[in-house]
């Protein structure tokens, strides 16, 4: 995603840390996926291992396009 998604031809980034408290807005290029639009289970969270056994961590699942995925909620 782009460093500042505001300034065109803004430098993109793949990683971005972020403190307590804070959050990050961003503008996947291409989409979920990326430009190639890979499937595939993406991890995000704190990598540092007391906090991942802490469960601050996810998974952003991207699936093909055109699959029917079941509602996970009701």
Excluded: C, K
């Amino acid at each position: 995603w782009p460093f500042n998604a505001r300034q065109p031809g803004s430098n993109l980034q793949a990683t971005q840390y972020i403190g307590p408290s804070n959050h990050v807005t961003a503008h996947l290029v291409g989409g979920a996926g990326g430009p190639q639009r890979y499937p595939g289970d993406y991890m995000y969270g704190d990598h540092r291992l007391p906090f991942t056994q802490g469960g601050m961590w996810g998974i952003f699942r991207v699936v093909p396009e055109n699959t029917n995925v079941p509602d996970l909620l009701p």
